[in-house]
């Protein structure tokens, strides 16, 4: 027989780890090719020469696997405290004038009227007899006309003043509530594909010849068109879902301030015109009675008169002006106080979640290679190999 060439293979293909279920299957596949591997060679050993060679050991790189921590940043949410602020109500008192009635006293002059006795003189006739043959002037009384003071009433007008109530607009400011719309970010699921590897075994054809080895008359067995299976990944695309977020929009409300017109009242002073009567003088003619003389001419004793003053008491009216206190009622302001509401700010804490990114720690397969002597045969060399 001529020499085999042999072909050695020096490269390893390199794979991703396995799970436990593709282990054992691979781990059976590898028991059946060792399997039948040992019988081939037990059969070439009982019907063939051992070979002749050397036990050489070889360095060869082992691929392994080991367990590494791996430092990664992870998203996570931490509750933090936020001051606000938050419009409340506060009732303060607030000074007003009010206006009251007070009493009081106040000084008139009002017109009174007295009697009273004055002396005056009066002419009196007493009688008296006397013979005379001359005129003689006889008094006697004749009516004459005199003008004297009597009081009148007149009616005037005179202003007055008089409190009335007017209406007046006010601005105020009042609050209201608008809505605005503000952006929230609300978390969906969308679609995605992420691709993956599943292994799958494949029937993988080796070329060239392989050696079997010699019979017990020296003849060699080879081998062609061999099959081998190989294990391989294959990428799928599997569909997931992943979280975006989302921007959207809600209505909140917001205080604003409007200015409002309030109709009040207000106390003010208005003119009016009152009718009051006054006491005045006029002249009138008032009908008396004076002694007069009347001539005539008689012999005869006549009682004649002799006009004789006499001091009398007659009663006269006089009009004096008296002082008088009267009570009225005079408005004064007084100081009060009303409760009103104010408007103020009040600071609360708000609980608020903010993303932070936190170092954790995750565990990762790492492929490494670990130097290992084999032992290998090395047949002995005859020159022409």
Same mark, same amino acid.
């Given at each position: 027989?001529?020499?085999?060439?042999?072909?050695?293979?020096?490269?390893?293909?390199?794979?991703?780890?396995?799970?436990?279920?593709?282990?054992?299957?691979?781990?059976?596949?590898?028991?059946?090719?060792?399997?039948?591997?040992?019988?081939?060679?037990?059969?070439?050993?009982?019907?063939?020469?051992?070979?002749?060679?050397?036990?050489?050991?070889?360095?060869?790189?082992?691929?392994?696997?080991?367990?590494?921590?791996?430092?990664?940043?992870?998203?996570?949410?931490?509750? #933090?405290?936020?001051?606000?602020?938050?419009?409340?109500?506060?009732?303060?008192?607030?000074?007003?004038?009010?206006?009251?009635?007070?009493?009081?006293?106040?000084?008139?002059? #009002?017109?009174?009227?007295?009697?009273?006795?004055?002396?005056?003189?009066?002419?009196?006739?007493?009688?008296?007899?006397?013979?005379?043959?001359?005129?003689?002037?006889?008094?006697?009384?004749?009516?004459?006309?005199?003008?004297?003071?009597?009081?009148?009433?007149?009616?005037?007008?005179?202003?007055?003043?008089?409190?009335?109530?007017?209406?007046?607009?006010? $601005?105020?400011?009042?609050?209201?509530?608008?809505?605005?719309?503000?952006?929230?970010?609300?978390?969906?699921?969308?679609?995605?594909?992420?691709?993956?590897?599943?292994?799958?075994?494949?029937?993988?054809?080796?070329?060239?010849?392989?050696?079997?080895?010699?019979?017990? $008359?020296?003849?060699?067995?080879?081998?062609?068109?061999?099959?081998?299976?190989?294990?391989?990944?294959?990428?799928?695309?599997?569909?997931?879902?992943?979280?975006?977020?989302?921007?959207?929009?809600?209505?909140?409300?917001?205080?604003?301030?409007?200015?409002?017109?309030?109709?009040?009242?207000?106390?003010?002073?208005?003119?009016?015109?009152?009718?009051?009567?006054?006491?005045?003088?006029?002249?009138?003619?008032?009908?008396?009675?004076?002694?007069?003389?009347?001539?005539?001419?008689?012999?005869?004793?006549?009682?004649?008169?002799?006009?004789?003053? #006499?001091?009398?008491?007659?009663?006269?009216?006089? $009009?004096?002006?008296?002082?008088?206190?009267?009570?009225?009622?005079?408005?004064?302001?007084?100081?009060?106080?009303?409760?009103?509401?104010?408007?103020?700010?009040?600071?609360?804490?708000?609980?608020?979640?903010?993303?932070?990114?936190?170092?954790?720690?995750?565990?990762?397969?790492?492929?490494?290679?670990?130097?290992?002597? $084999?032992?290998?045969?090395?047949?002995?060399?005859?020159?022409?190999?």
């Amino acid at each position: 027989g001529r020499p085999q060439r042999r072909h050695t293979f020096t490269g390893v293909k390199q794979f991703p780890p396995l799970n436990a279920t593709q282990g054992v299957q691979a781990m059976r596949s590898l028991n059946l090719l060792l399997l039948g591997a040992s019988c081939a060679l037990i059969v070439s050993l009982t019907y063939a020469h051992p070979p002749e060679g050397v036990w050489k050991k070889k360095l060869t790189w082992k691929e392994d696997w080991v367990q590494v921590w791996k430092t990664v940043k992870k998203e996570a949410w931490e509750t #933090k405290w936020k001051k606000i602020q938050v419009p409340i109500w506060k009732e303060v008192q607030v000074p007003i004038w009010k206006e009251v009635q007070v009493p009081d006293w106040k000084i008139v002059k #009002k017109p009174h009227i007295e009697e009273r006795e004055v002396p005056a003189w009066k002419e009196e006739k007493v009688p008296e007899w006397k013979k005379i043959t001359k005129p003689i002037w006889k008094e006697i009384q004749v009516p004459v006309w005199r003008e004297i003071q009597v009081p009148v009433w007149k009616e005037i007008q005179v202003p007055v003043w008089r409190e009335v109530k007017v209406p007046v607009w006010k $601005e105020i400011q009042v609050p209201i509530w608008r809505d605005i719309q503000v952006p929230v970010w609300k978390e969906i699921q969308v679609p995605d594909w992420k691709q993956m590897f599943v292994p799958e075994w494949v029937k993988m054809g080796v070329p060239g010849e392989k050696y079997l080895g010699k019979d017990h $008359e020296g003849w060699e067995y080879t081998s062609h068109d061999l099959w081998r299976k190989k294990l391989i990944w294959k990428p799928v695309w599997k569909k997931v879902w992943r979280t975006e977020k989302k921007q959207e929009w809600k209505t909140e409300k917001k205080q604003e301030w409007k200015t409002e017109k309030v109709q009040e009242w207000k106390i003010e002073k208005k003119q009016e015109w009152e009718t009051k009567k006054v006491q005045e003088w006029k002249t009138e003619k008032q009908q008396a009675w004076k002694p007069d003389k009347k001539l005539e001419w008689k012999i005869e004793w006549v009682q004649i008169w002799k006009p004789v003053k #006499k001091q009398i008491w007659v009663k006269e009216k006089r $009009e004096t002006w008296v002082e008088e206190k009267v009570q009225i009622w005079r408005t004064e302001k007084k100081q009060a106080w009303a409760t009103e509401k104010k408007q103020a700010w009040k600071d609360e804490w708000k609980a608020i979640q903010v993303p932070v990114w936190k170092e954790v720690k995750v565990q990762e397969w790492k492929r490494v290679w670990k130097p290992v002597w $084999e032992k290998v045969w090395v047949p002995a060399s005859h020159g022409w190999d």
